[in-house]
């Protein structure tokens, strides 16, 4: 098991996984879990390309492009086109 706490590895994926692949296989994870965690992963992947923006570092395309095509492999739908990055989280209710 790469991590002891699910809710953790959920909030904190590139931390718990090292990639997103281990994410679709964790035979621990529900499907929705997985794909919160995915979500997660990418949001984080996002937010760099904001910071990529304003003139730090990114090198997270690839990444990005794996999770996009791990959670098209748990059938959620993932557009890059319809995700842009912000500098904020979008309220969620």
Do not use: C
Not at 16 to 27: E, G, K, L, R, Y
Not at 59 to 76: F, M, P, T
């Amino acid at each position: 098991m790469p991590y002891s706490d699910i809710g953790e590895a959920i909030r904190n994926p590139a931390a718990a996984f090292s990639s997103p692949d281990m994410i679709v296989t964790d035979p621990q994870l529900t499907t929705e879990q997985k794909v919160s965690a995915l979500q997660q992963w990418e949001y984080d992947m996002r937010e760099m390309e904001v910071a990529e923006e304003e003139g730090m570092t990114n090198g997270g395309e690839d990444i990005l492009q794996r999770i996009l095509i791990a959670l098209s492999a748990l059938g959620y739908p993932s557009d890059v086109e319809h995700s842009s990055p912000s500098k904020q989280r979008p309220d969620s209710d």
